[in-house]
Each structure stands twice: as C-alpha cells, then as structure tokens.
C-alpha cells in the first residue's frame, strides 16, 4: 500500500516538473522556409549561449535543412565542413526540432578534430549506434535542455 502511495506522489511530481503537450502554445513547426530557418538559428543560438562543453567553440556550426525523408534521421552532423542538417520531414514536432538541434550541436561540440571523429567511429563499430558514448552524452544533454529551449524561444 505505501508503494501505491508513492508511486502516486512520484507520478504528480513528474506532471508537475515536466511540462505536458498543453502547455505548449505552437507545437507545429512553420511551414515557410525563411520561418523555419529562423527558428532553427534561434535554437542554435540559445545551445551557444547555454550550452557549455570544454573549450568554446570557435567555428559555429552551419546549418542547413533538408525536405528529404530518405533518411531515418532528424539530423546529422558532419564534423568534415562543421555542418548541421536538419530533415526537417522527420521532425514531427518544435520540440523533436529542438531536440534534434541540440543533439546536434552537442556533436559539434564533442568532435573537435579527427581524433574525436576516430573514437566515434572506433565507438561506433565496437558499441554500436546506441552505445556510442558521444550518442549517449548528446542523448542526455538534449534531454536536458530541450524544455529550456523552449521555454527561452517562448514557445510555452
């Protein structure tokens, strides 16, 4: 019985920390291109002043989007050209958006130089996609920062 009682409080405490799909006033994602690029430059914006790893980064990222939904993913990065791409057809919603731009950014961030780039890959290989210790670092930071992000983009 007390169990009961504290899973109960343990389920109030995470509606109350965690906000819902109706506090969100824009969950949609604009449909205008010139919107879109705004918001994925405001995201972007918000990781570089929020977002600390290391040493500051220098370079910023490029940003690009994609209409492509030939790929399974919402966005890589590739560390080659410093470039993020958004396939913004897979992302669902402002606030996968955001995730997948922060995740992003988080890669930016990790993968500095070819060393970086060799231990991913050797990670990558040996682990797999989902047990890559940068996917799980990104992973996380993205959940972390997400609802921030959002809340600092006024989009709650």
């Known amino acids: 019985m007390a169990y009961l ?9 995470c509606s109350w920390i965690i906000p819902g799909k109706s506090s969100i006033k824009s969950y949609k994602i604009p449909e205008e291109k010139n919107e ?38 919402c966005g890589i990065y590739n560390s080659s050209n410093k470039t993020i791409v958004i396939y913004i057809k897979n992302n669902p919603d402002v ?37 890559n210790d940068y996917e799980i670092e990104a992973r996380e930071l993205a959940t972390k920062y997400k609802y921030q992000c959002l809340k600092a983009l006024k989009m709650v």
């Open 5 to 13: 009682f504290f899973f109960s409080l343990f389920l109030l405490f």
């Open 95 to 131: 606030l996968t958006l955001i995730d997948t731009c922060i995740h992003e950014y988080i890669h930016h961030l990790q993968l500095r130089g070819i060393n970086d780039n060799s231990r991913y890959n050797k990670l990558t290989k040996s682990k797999g996609y989902w047990e």
């Open 36 to 73: 879109i690029k705004n918001l994925l430059i405001s995201i972007i914006q918000w990781a570089e002043a929020n977002i600390k790893m290391g040493k500051k980064r220098k370079i910023r990222p490029l940003v690009t989007i994609s209409n492509s939904r030939s790929t399974k993913y």
